[in-house]
């Protein structure tokens, strides 16, 4: 017969495997304002606090109807019961803890049911020390929520969460008030689009924003309200008929709701564009409890592109779906089982439209709309040698039109730090005359000399070339390409 033995984990290695489960820090944030939507609340701040140069903090403050203590000791304990509530938003009971120690050091969490305030916290050694969580006397409770909330009392019930030491994106900055306006931009479009919903009052309205809190001075920054960002929030229809419902194949008919929507062609709405861009955005948007779990993509099913950009589908779950979507305690990914894929894939309109038509006519709407100036090809005409530059007219421009927008290449004098530069309103692209006698290698050069550098160069900056704005991703690319391009040329040998 077997023998068994009390085999505890290497509390040490747990702590830091736990801390790394792979939250980033915007889906960590919408995992504790998950809990306060599930705890009733009809305001949640959500509040950077800053002091001196330490690591910023980060405080969620919420007004629903709280915890009593032992409520809380639950709600701390790693894997608390919450299984059996399907309209929760949170499932796992982990969430709370994973999310605040993969970005903090230390979570603190202090609430109040109307009756007691109570408060616990998981400090940095917590978990390595043996799973030793510190219960906190009201008089401490109360003297934590004087500094980092003294404009903002917790209200007769509430919550309020404190990440401690933002360890993983609160360090290393030289201007605390700038950094914390930098993170603030991060997670303001993630919650407003994780949350659109309940921002717009469906099923029922949360108000929640954002400020920042100086410690030193005990003053408090403007606040900022998140409004809904719905990635269905469309004017009118890009097709008549749309949205219409798709009735799922097999046995999911009553556990999923499947609605297709098709955007007007042309849209300048930021609810089309949303972070990313709308061609990353096309596709499934998968809903549990009426809060957004994944923003667009096709589970495999077909590969993005330009054309299907118009075609979003919602996909509202019922929880008991949550095994076949293989649904992580992030929360942030949709794994679909073969059968729940094939009931989304075989599904079919009232009228008999299936998945594979509809797409079809996303891609008609999209065609069908006049071609802008922005969205035309970027061809080089100058520059270049003249036969060269007729190869590439005919070999760049797209179907559909003749038009296309000219690309100029000129030498001028830039900083030294600079290979090349763009100019977007004048669609030319400036290199340094600074390195152009040592890629000529000591030679004379001419308008049209170093084609090849210049087309090189045109393909590595097409994409940029074609963004209609520039975006923080797109100047990280156009710095790294001029570092390395000014590194190379030192590497030129000249006559």
Known sequence: MSNVEHLPPNFGRLDKALRSIGYSFEAAVADIVDNSVDAMADNVLIRFFMQGNRPLDLVIVDDGKGMDPGTLREAMRFGADVTQELDRLGKFGLGLKLASLSQAKELTVITSDGAKISGRAWREDGISSGFMSSI????????????????????????????????????????????????????????????????????????????????????????????????????????NGFPVEFIPAGNYENRIKIVGHIWPPKSSMPEYALPGGANSRQGFYFYRNDRLIQGGGWNGMREAEPHRSLARIAIDMHPDVDVDVSLDVKKVEIQLTPDLLQAIQHSKTRSGIDLKKYVGLAEEAYRSRPITDAELPLIPVNGLPAELCKFLLKELRIDGTDRFRKLRFIWTNLEEDLFFDLDRDEDTLKLNKLYRRQLLHGLDGSSADLPVVKCLLFLVLKEVLHSQRVSAKIREHIDQVNRILRQAVKYERTL
């Open 136 to 239: 906190l006397e009201e008089a401490e409770c109360n003297e934590i929520l004087r500094v980092i909330l003294p404009d903002k009392p917790l209200k007769r019930s509430g919550t309020v969460v404190l990440w401690s030491n933002l360890y993983r994106v609160g360090q290393n900055h030289s201007d605390p008030n700038e950094h914390a306006q930098k993170l603030m931009r991060r997670i303001k479009d993630y919650l407003r689009l994780a949350f659109h919903r309940f921002l717009d009052g469906f099923p029922r309205l949360v108000k929640m924003e954002m400020d920042i809190f100086d410690g030193d001075t005990s003053l408090e920054g403007l606040p900022l309200p998140l409004d809904p960002l719905n990635p269905f929030g469309y004017k009118t229809t890009g097709l």
